[in-house]
Structure formats: structure tokens, C-alpha cells
């Protein structure tokens, strides 16, 4: 459980290059993390590879997410789209309106569970 993959960390941080930095403080994963820290980690280690996409579509107008990545953002849960998300705005260097982002990730979300099944649901 607290095993820390990297992967999903470098995908954040790639992410981070190209709109907002999104837990900079995660790329060298500190002894015993803060329980928000933990949280958030877990959320983007979840969300794998589709991280990069979901981020994306969220911060960069015109990107879209694919139906596998709707699924796996489904299972992940609502509640660490979110975290992540507002975790993502809250940086000292985003620049963009709060409220238009949160907009576009609830729409993001909303999008995943119109194309998606709802026998895919946890
Ligand atoms: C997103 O792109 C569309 C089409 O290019 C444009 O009409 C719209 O204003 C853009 N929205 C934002 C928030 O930039
Ligand atoms: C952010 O976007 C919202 C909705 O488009 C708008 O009402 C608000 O004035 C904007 N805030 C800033 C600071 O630009």
C-alpha cells in the first residue's frame, strides 16, 4: 500500500511543464508523507497513465479522453479526480481561473460517465 511507483509521479510532473506543477514536493517522496500528500499520490499512482490524459483534457482546451481512461478515472473515483485537480490549482504557479478549471473537470468527469457503462462502475 505505501509502495511508490514512480511512474505516475513523473507523469504529473510532465504535466505540470505544460500548464500548471502539480505536487512537486512528491517527486522525491519524503519518509513518511502527510496524509494529504498520501492521498494524492495514491490517487495519481491509480490513475496511472491516464493521469496524463484526464490532466490534460482538464487544463489544455480540446483535448479529450479516451473511453479506457473514462473507465479507469471512473473506478479511481470521483473524489481523487477532484482532490487532484484542486491539489493542482492551489499551486503557487497556476495562473489560469480556478472556477472555469474546476468547470472543465467536472465536465471531464461528467463526459466519462455519459460514454461510459454503467456496469463499469465500483
Ligand atoms: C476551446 O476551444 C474552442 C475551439 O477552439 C473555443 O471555441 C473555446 O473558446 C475554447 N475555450 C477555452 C476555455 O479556451
Ligand atoms: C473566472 O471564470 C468565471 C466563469 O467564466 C468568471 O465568472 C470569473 O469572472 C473569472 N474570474 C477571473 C478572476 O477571471
Known amino acids: 500500500m505505501a509502495r511508490l511507483n514512480i511512474s505516475p ?3 504529473i510532473l510532465l504535466l505540470g511543464s505544460v500548464a500548471v506543477t502539480i ?3 512528491l517527486a ?3 519518509p513518511s508523507p502527510a496524509p494529504a500528500q498520501q492521498h494524492l499520490l495514491e490517487c495519481a499512482n491509480k490513475l496511472g497513465d491516464c493521469g496524463k490524459q484526464v490532466y490534460f483534457a482538464v487544463f489544455v482546451n480540446g483535448t479529450t479522453v479516451t473511453k479506457d481512461c473514462c473507465t ?3 473506478s479511481v473515483g470521483k473524489q481523487c479526480h477532484h482532490d487532484l485537480i484542486v491539489y493542482a ?3 503557487p504557479t497556476f495562473k489560469g481561473n480556478v472556477s472555469e478549471i474546476l468547470d472543465k473537470s467536472e465536465q471531464v468527469w461528467n463526459g466519462c460517465v455519459h460514454s461510459t ?3 463499469l462502475f465500483h
Open 9 to 11: 509521479v513523473m507523469v
Open 72 to 74: 479507469r478515472v471512473l
Open 23 to 25: 505536487l512537486p514536493g
Open 28 to 30: 522525491v517522496p519524503a
Open 89 to 91: 490549482t492551489q499551486r
Open 117 to 119: 457503462p454503467a456496469s
